[in-house]
């Protein structure tokens, strides 16, 4: 069971503005996640506004995706360092 991964497009600017080495970082983390079975078993889900949202550590950064089962798809909502990703 293989887990596709899809940028949305204000997540790809995101992924496109950091340091080169930041983003094969966060990429290489990001294929390790849509290799397991289950991507629920690394990362966190969000509560209050973004409850249905997942996030995941990445270094400094962090990663804000939607899993959708149906599809077997996780969809990349925003990218940013931890301290500005959550504004």
């Known amino acids: ?5 899809d940028f949305d497009a204000a997540a790809r ?6 340091p080169r080495n930041v983003g ?4 290489a983390g990001l294929q ?3 290799a397991l079975e289950n991507p629920r078993q690394r990362g966190k ?3 209050g506004e973004r409850k249905g949202y997942w996030r995941y550590r990445i270094g400094d950064y962090r990663v804000i995706v939607r899993i959708e089962d149906q599809r077997l798809v996780i969809v990349v909502i925003a990218i ?8």
């Open 13 to 18: 600017r995101q992924l496109r503005k950091l």
């Open 45 to 47: 889900a969000m509560v």
């Open 32 to 34: 390790q996640i849509a």
């Open 80 to 87: 940013g360092h931890r301290r500005e990703v959550y504004r």
């Open 1 to 5: 069971m293989a887990w596709t991964l």
């Open 24 to 27: 094969e970082q966060i990429l």
